[in-house]
């Protein structure tokens, strides 16, 4: 025996067979099936990730892709829009619509000036005006302005009548007057409307007025028997005023 392990240290075995135990098999396999399951999960959810981040891609695409489909023609209709409400002409069924609502008010401040005494200075116009209105359930509109912020600014105003008020109502212009307070201004501008009451008869009118320095359409409350007269210019773009 001696002599056999002398003679096997000068011999060298290459590839011997390797065994593993039936227990470091079960151990290598178990290792192997969980790294595998959670490379298996890892990699499902970056798939899921990057199908979910491709179809946010694809969505975000789409929308922006519809988006810029629809934006110039919604660009165009809302342009066009604006357009047409700029320059839509006013028509007799404007005037139409408005005038049976004067009429009545005609008859309301015919009233109120008879129970008053008549027409004089010492009248509180605006009283008259404003409680003639608010009868038919209705309001006086009312825009106040600083006399130099006014384009076209009236003739013959002194300095210290400094407002400027604008009356109006159902979107007709009834009056304008200047003043040093507010209060003095719709005065000013009532008594200007209260005039036109005087007359037999009142008519919606379509006139020209200035705003900004251009010619604009205006609806105005006028005597019959007139022409459109030189109406001072408009406080505000009375396009925007109409209702």
Known sequence: MDRILKMAENLK???????????????KVKKRGIASSNEGVEDESSKKQRSADGQHNEAHDADAQEWKGHSGPATRVQSQANTGKSTRRLNSEDVKSRQPFFNRLY????WKLVSSGGFSPSLNHTEVLSSS?????????IAFVPLKDLADLPQNKTTQENIVCELRCQGVYLGMGCGKTKENAKAVASR???KVFLKKKVVVKICKRKYCGQDVEDLALLDEEVRC?????????????LI
């Open 133 to 141: 209105v608010e009868s038919l359930s209705s309001t006086l509109d």
């Open 13 to 27: 075995v290459t590839d011997a067979p390797v065994y593993t135990t039936r227990g470091e098999l079960v151990s």
């Open 192 to 194: 200007e409307a209260i």
């Open 229 to 241: 007269p030189n109406l001072p210019p408009a406080v505000k773009n009375p396009r925007d005023l």
């Open 107 to 110: 008859k309301r401040v015919a």
